[in-house]
Nanobody, 120 residues
Framework: QVQLVESGGGLVQPGGSLRLSCAAS????????VSWYRQAPGQHQRDLLA????????NYADSVKGRFTISRDNAKNTVYLQMNSLTPEDTARYYC?????????????WGQGTQVTVSS
């Protein structure tokens, strides 16, 4: 089992920045795939924003490309999402996601999310 805890959300003015953190604990595999999603108010699905592939490219949704940056600190088992030039359309609950291979196959874990509100 892996536990994910997001933090860093809050209220920010348009044009501002926030850095979200996702701390992972538990049985973390040496190779895992981490990503950030968000779920806007009234929306049922979670949209993929950014994904880190070990040894591979970093992928971003077009809506956040050039504004958001995903990174990780393996020593701290923490993944970050730096968000710049925020707009009201970025208002959503943000979730981190971790996938890894386990004995029975691929397991997927979610955090509880952190709320980001962009408003003046």
């Amino acid at each position: 089992q892996v536990q994910l805890v997001e933090s860093g959300g809050g209220l920010v003015q348009p044009g501002g920045s926030l850095r979200l953190s996702c701390a992972a604990s538990g049985s973390i595999a040496a190779i895992n795939y981490v990503s950030w999603y968000r779920q806007a108010p009234g929306q049922h699905q979670r949209d993929l924003l950014a994904a880190l592939t070990p040894g591979g490219p970093t992928n971003y949704a077009d809506s956040v490309k050039g504004r958001f940056t995903i990174s990780r600190d393996n020593a701290k088992n923490t993944v970050y999402l730096q968000m710049n030039s925020l707009t009201p359309e970025d208002t959503a609950r943000y979730y981190c996601n971790l996938k890894q291979y386990e004995a029975h196959g691929v397991s997927e874990y979610w955090g509880q999310g952190t709320q980001v509100t962009v408003s003046s």
